[in-house]
């Protein structure tokens, strides 16, 4: 791992590996106040047509940008952050899901003190983050 | 019902204010599973020289919660939300949020664009302080399942 201070263009700078179950579901319902019952009930998540019950995107973009936070020390650091909800994390209900994130630098600019950070997020073997960014600051 | 493309344009009202609690920002942290100590433990984050305990980045997520939930509750925008479904997320922010904050955000719909039966729509999401400065700004875009 690279440190904060001395970013390589293409260094992998974190990486992560998270196991989301549906308790941790249940939870970042209730913290972040989406209650939509997809995230938790395999009735509803089948009867509109779902492989299951799937975790929130912003769960998956919220613990892939915690990733480069927990690298960082601080949130103050992130100044932006984007990213496409390209495949569901389907979350079984005994053994939950493996999610991977892998944060490489993408971009350095050590005059204007920035960076961005791709991320690669995995479940299954596939990425379910298309374009995923961070932007940070350097200082 | 089909998305009214009226409302492409449409401003919203502030939402009501959200007091930004410190065990609110410990229990989002645990939720997105956060380690870093200035999150969770008042004196790492004077040591970093923030006020109080500074929130995720994904943080701002739950006022834009309250934003979209007036969009979908506006009986003329055409939206249900099981046709819902979160495409894209774009934040960029002025500064982090501090515990003690008060934030509102006030939602523009600022694209509606037809895809067949379905439809796509952007919203900006501008979150304010209690002094109606500037913290952050977060576009999403939302896909609308239409009737095939």
């Known amino acids: 791992m690279t440190s904060p201070g001395r970013i390589m263009l293409g260094d992998t700078v974190a990486k992560s590996r998270y196991h989301v ?10 913290a972040s106040g989406d209650f939509n019952s997809i995230h938790y009930r395999d009735d509803v998540a089948d009867a509109v047509g779902l492989p ?6 912003m769960l998956t973009l919220g613990l892939a940008t915690q990733c480069v936070v927990d690298w960082l020390g601080d949130p103050a650091r992130i100044t932006g952050y984007r990213a496409r909800f390209t495949k569901p994390v389907i979350v079984a209900p005994d053994e939950g899901a493996v999610v991977e994130v892998v944060a490489k630098a993408a971009q350095v600019d050590e005059a204007a003190g920035t960076a961005r950070i791709d991320l690669t997020v995995t479940f299954d073997g596939h990425a379910v983050l298309g374009k995923s960014q961070v932007w940070i600051s350097l200082r | 019902m089909a998305v009214n493309p009226a409302i492409e344009g449409r401003v919203y009202p502030p939402t009501e204010p959200y007091l930004v609690g410190r065990e609110k920002i410990r229990e989002f942290a645990r939720a997105v599973f956060a380690t870093n100590p200035t999150s969770f433990d008042v004196d790492s984050a004077r040591a970093a ?19 979209l939930a007036q969009l979908v509750a506006d009986p003329t ?59 952050s700004t977060m576009t999403s875009t939302l896909f609308v399942r239409g009737e095939e």
Do not use: C, K, M, W
Not at chain 2, 49 to 67: K, M, Y
Not at chain 2, 105 to 118: C, E, F, I, Q
């Open chain 1, 21 to 30: 179950t549906r308790e941790s579901l249940v939870r970042y319902a209730g």
């Open chain 1, 52 to 57: 299951g019950v799937l975790a929130h995107g």
């Open chain 2, 49 to 67: 020289g923030h006020t109080d305990l500074v929130a995720p980045p994904t943080f701002p997520v739950i006022v834009q919660e309250r934003a």
């Open chain 2, 77 to 135: 925008s055409g939206i249900e939300p099981v046709n819902l479904v979160h495409s894209t997320e774009h934040a960029t922010s002025v500064r982090p949020v501090i515990a003690g904050d008060e934030l509102s955000a006030v939602l523009t719909v600022t694209n509606v664009t037809s895809r067949g039966p379905h439809t796509l729509l952007v919203a900006d999401i501008e979150i304010l302080d209690a002094t109606g400065d500037h913290v």
